[in-house]
């Protein structure tokens, strides 16, 4: 049960790179900005609940705040790591509720394997969704795990944590009113009801509706992608072949999910018929056996983490299609399916009572957790590294061309950008990465031009140049890589070249040999530049300069 939680410890520490990106500016770089500018307590206290995009990050502001506080920095490797233990908080909880079953500790096996793998990168390797969904899917699982165990008091601030992590999490007031209602805890029920809406009103309050509003227009007219979406929302972790298209990718996700809904509509078809008999004496002869306290709080808790799931499958189904079918199983989101996994699973192996069932649906939860986590590997660790080197080098343009990290060059949110992070620099509250740094010192120094035996082929194109060479290799190694640089006397680019898309039958890999990048006019002021590639490998640079380009 280690093996997967230490990998994926490594891959976070290993290739974890201490730079913002996109949207981290706004509850990061930009708010730490503000708040050490503004010595307003109220003023303060509204950046900490400020918006952010259709979000609160609250728990992600006060985390940045507590490092600042402690260590007069603003560290994105932090933030990364950081957000990564409440994931592994996310695992201990499971495996106290787990516990409350007396099964061997063997049928856990699988909940490791399915909750650490890969295919959720961009959650805990990106700032910003590391601390929206890592907190949010902890507090929502800690809230439900104390609400089964009737520590209502400790549930109650759990689901205020949760709202205030992102917007997912108020999610978590319809998920405990699901399991006070089928525990006939009514007056647990209004208190619960009164605190959430309360949560929830004030989350609210002043927050536009950031354009969903048409989302309703778009389900309206396409009602079958939603439905589509929310099982492929939820079957997310069966997206094994990420760059085929969206049809290919999305087939498998909906049809496992499907599959998994049989047994869960049957399984909450059990945990309803008590309810119906005690309340109305409807179903008596369709209910199950009395429950021990320890089994009936174990499925309370996955009963709630499960209202919490559909609901929002139920949500994100109905908002996200207009952007495209392929946010639903977008890497952002896939922690949510790996909880729908454990779930279905765990809910089977408590519920049914014939041995040789259970330990044929430990097998092949062990089987399918094991093969997920395996492909993701495959799949995705290569992503991973690519994805960190793009980070660095556009890190370096950051900060010495003022853009890089995700806006447009030149433009009004890049300068707005350029000055946050000179800012921060110049007071000592953030530092680049060395890396970057380095690799430009070496290219500044290099005078000897592209070797001829390497066919690397350029094109003027209308809007940018093309550069390819169908040589280089792919390296999982984090410093290895292929970049493309302009130089002249005042300023040098770096830009990353990414490898070429594999086009042959094996439908698990991703890259094949060469690299390719156009690099955009737009991206490089006026002037005549050296042109050239560099291959990094361990501490050994080659490539050379290309030849000239000019840019009107």
């Known amino acids: 049960m280690a093996v997967p939680v230490a990998l994926w410890v490594g891959v976070i520490l290993y290739y974890s790179v201490n ?47 507590v490092y600042y506080w402690v260590t007069g920095h603003l560290n994105f490797t932090f933030l990364h790591i950081g957000a990564a233990v409440f994931t592994l908080g996310t695992l201990s909880v499971f495996w106290r509720a787990f516990k409350r079953s007396n099964l061997s500790a063997w049928y856990f096996l699988p909940v490791p394997f399915l909750l650490f793998q890969l295919q959720y990168h961009l959650i805990f390797l990106w700032a910003i969704c590391g601390w929206q969904h890592q907190p949010v899917v902890f507090f929502v699982v800690l809230s439900m795990f104390l609400l089964s165990g009737k520590r209502f008091a400790g549930a109650l601030l759990a689901g205020v944590c949760a709202t205030y992590a992102m917007s997912s999490g108020i999610f978590v007031w319809p998920a405990g009113v699901v399991v006070l209602l089928l525990r006939s805890q009514y007056k647990q029920l209004a208190a619960w009801i009164l605190v959430g809406a309360v949560a929830v009103g004030l989350y609210f309050y002043g ?27 939820l079957g997310g972790l069966f997206d094994f072949f990420p760059e085929k298209s969206i049809v290919v990718r999305s087939a498998l996700p909906v049809l496992m999910a499907f599959i998994a809904m049989i047994w869960v509509v049957i399984w909450l078809w059990r945990q309803l018929t008590p309810w119906f008999a005690r309340t109305f004496g409807w179903f008596k002869n369709g209910t199950t056996d009395a429950q021990s306290d320890s089994t009936a709080n174990l499925n309370a808790f996955l009963l709630g983490i499960l209202s919490f799931l559909l609901v929002e499958a139920l949500i994100i189904g109905l908002l996200r299609p207009r952007f495209g079918f392929f946010v639903m199983i977008v890497s952002n989101y896939k922690i949510y399916p790996a909880l729908f996994l454990i779930v279905t699973y765990l809910s089977f192996v408590v519920s049914t009572q014939n041995q040789k069932l259970r330990k044929l649906a430990l097998r092949g939860a062990a089987l399918v957790g094991l093969a997920i986590w395996g492909i993701s590997i495959y799949s995705y660790l290569p ?53 970057g740094n380095e690799l430009g010192r070496q290219v500044n120094a290099l005078t000897t031009a592209f070797p001829v035996e390497r066919q690397v082929i350029i094109t003027h194109r209308d809007k ?62 006026p002037g005549t530049y050296d042109l050239g590639i560099v291959n990094v490998e361990g501490a050994s640079l080659k490539g050379g300069v290309l030849g000239k380009v000019t840019i009107p």
């Open 207 to 233: 927050m536009s509706a950031q354009g969903n509003e048409s989302s309703f227009a778009f389900f309206a007219k396409y009602p079958h992608l939603s439905a589509l979406g929310f099982f492929a929302f």
């Open 383 to 435: 992503v991973i590294s690519e994805r960190r080197k793009y980070y660095t080098m556009n890190g370096y343009n950051q900060e010495h061309n003022g853009f890089g990290l995700g806006h447009v060059p030149y433009s009004e949110a890049a300068r707005y950008v350029d000055n946050v992070m000179k800012y921060l620099v110049q007071n000592g509250v953030y530092t680049y990465p060395k890396e």
């Open 19 to 65: 730079l913002p990106w996109y949207d981290d500016f706004d509850p990061f770089p930009d708010f730490l900005h503000k708040w050490i500018t503004n010595d307003s307590l109220p003023e303060r206290l509204k950046l900490l609940f400020q918006p952010n995009n259709e979000h609160r990050m609250v728990i992600g502001k006060l985390a940045t705040l």
């Open 464 to 525: 940018g140049i093309y550069v390819n060479d169908p040589e280089g290799t792919i390296s999982p190694a984090r410093s290895d890589g292929e970049y493309a640089f302009a130089r002249n006397g005042q300023r040098l680019y770096f830009f990353k070249m990414e490898p070429h898309k594999y086009t042959g039958r094996n439908f698990f890999r991703q890259y094949d040999k060469g690299f390719d990048i156009e690099i955009p006019h737009s991206s490089l002021l």
